[in-house]
Every structure is written in C-alpha cells, then in structure tokens.
Nanobody, 119 residues
Framework: QVQLRESGGGLVQAGGSLRLSCAAS????????MGWYRQAPGKQRELVAT???????NYATSVKGRFTISEDNAKDTADLQMNSLKPEDTAVYYC?????????????WGQGTQVTVSS
C-alpha cells in the first residue's frame, strides 16, 4: 500500500519561508507525478504545484514566483519551497502522488500538514 509522509508545516510570519517535504513509500514503482494541493477553511482543495518524473512543473497562478517544487526520483520525494509567504497561503497542504500503469492510474494522498502564515 502506497503511503505518503509529509513534513515541514508550521507557523511563520508573513514574508517568511517554509519547506514542505513528501516521501512516497510502499510501491515497487516510482510515481509518474507528485504534487502539492491545499485546502483553506471553507474552501475547496486546490492545486498548488505539480511535477512529473521528467521534471515538468505546473504552478497555481497565486504561487508562481514564490513557490518552487522539486523532486528526487531516486528517493521518490517531492519538496515544496515556499518563500514570501502570505496570510492567504494559510491552509492544510496535502501531498499527492500519481502512478500510471498500463492497467490504470492510481493516485494517493497524504494526511496533510498545516501551514499558518500570520500577518
């Protein structure tokens, strides 16, 4: 069973930085893509950033230029470096991993890690 272990959330002042890490385990295959999503109170979960195993990235407009997603294919990890944080970045951040196989696609979610940005 695939498990995603997240770390790195916390409380930071506006303008500060945090780094989130996600490690996938439990599969003999590496993820085809990994990503970070977030959900603020009363809002739907939204994409923050994704990265494919080939290194292609995609960012939400609201975080472009401030957040950077990176991966280590050898370790099946994906990190999210968050700079210039704003109070509106406050949310629970979830790691996602997608496994594409000839017989189908599965995606998995982590438990979530809280990021709180104070003004």
């Amino acid at each position: 069973q695939v498990q995603l272990r997240e770390s790195g959330g916390g409380l930071v002042q506006a303008g500060g930085s945090l780094r989130l890490s996600c490690a996938a385990s439990g599969s003999i295959f590496s993820p085809n893509a990994m990503g970070w999503y977030r959900q603020a109170p009363g809002k739907q979960r939204e994409l923050v950033a994704t990265i494919t195993s080939g290194g292609s990235t995609n960012y939400a407009t609201s975080v472009k230029g401030r957040f950077t997603i990176s991966e280590d294919n050898a370790k099946d990890t994906a990190d999210l470096q968050m700079n210039s944080l704003k109070p509106e970045d406050t949310a629970v951040y979830y790691c996602n991993a997608v496994f594409q196989r000839p017989w189908g696609t599965n995606d998995y979610w982590g438990q979530g890690t809280q990021v709180t940005v104070s003004s």
